[in-house]
């Protein structure tokens, strides 16, 4: 596995059910052309997690990226149809893995109880798991952010999770894909309360997600608490990326 508290930035890329072979394709063409040219790859990392249809065609063509999965399953193998285990993902190229993502939990209704088996899973194959975690808009109006937030992380990580084998993402639920970001404060404040005020995850990687555009990241980046994004709709567009990497 890789050494996570390497790297200075941590960017990921979540495509969700977007994309084609055409796309892909002239996706990676762009990235190379435009992206690295001012990064430090041994500091930055960067992570493309495509549908799972496309991940090995990605597998075959990234450059100084990694392979992400958006999901694995909760069992290890077996008789369950359309499911994609961890070690697929691994057997792939895959390093790491978005679980919890707010779209399964509320969608698909997944619990901190499954969320955690699925990070076991992830790293029992080698892989890391990226645990996200995020308030509803109710939650918030109701001051309940920071109990939500302490219970979902609590209750999703692994027992053998630590802060080089596991990242963290906060993506408010409200404003996922509403173009609503919550103020640099706001931000700030939640970051530096996991970090600071959940016993054990001191020096976790933790990632900001919900409506990153380059509008907004290069400040989001800028702050001590933000270790990187989880990017949704932005890292579609690859002009739009590329600024983003730019920071």
């Known amino acids: 596995m890789l050494e996570i508290q390497k790297f200075t930035k941590i960017i990921v890329a979540n495509w969700k059910m977007n994309g084609s072979i055409n796309f892909i394709n002239n996706f990676l063409n762009d990235l190379d052309d435009l992206t690295f040219k001012n990064i430090n790859d041994q500091s930055m990392c960067i992570i493309i997690c495509p549908p799972f249809t496309y991940s090995y065609l990605i597998a075959n063509k990234l450059k100084n990226c990694y392979l992400g999965g958006q999901n694995c399953s909760l069992f290890l193998e077996g008789a369950y149809t359309g499911d994609v285990s961890a070690s ?22 997944e619990t901190n109880n499954e969320v955690s088996i699925k990070a ?10 990226i645990i996200c975690v995020g308030e509803t808009l109710q939650q918030k109006k109701d001051n309940q952010t920071k109990e939500i937030l302490s219970k979902q992380i609590s209750e999703s990580m692994n ?8 990242i ?14 919550p103020s640099l404060d706001e931000i700030d404040e939640i970051h530096n309360f996991i970090k600071n005020e ?9 990632l900001y997600g919900g409506s990153v555009k380059s509008a907004n990241s290069k400040e989001i980046l800028n702050l001590d608490s933000v270790d990187g994004l989880l990017i949704g709709g932005a890292s579609l567009n690859v002009d739009e990326f590329n600024k983003i990497l730019s920071f």
């Open 159 to 166: 027992d053998d999770s630590n802060n080089d084998n596991t």
């Open 88 to 109: 697929m993902l691994y057997d792939i190229g895959c390093q790491f893995c978005i679980v919890g993502h707010s779209e399964r939990r509320t969608i698909f209704n």
């Open 168 to 181: 963290i993402a906060y993506e408010p639920v409200w404003a996922i894909g509403s173009g609503i970001t």
């Open 120 to 129: 076991t899973n992830s790293l029992k194959n080698n892989i890391h798991p």
């Open 198 to 206: 959940i016993q054990g995850y001191e020096n976790y990687k933790i």
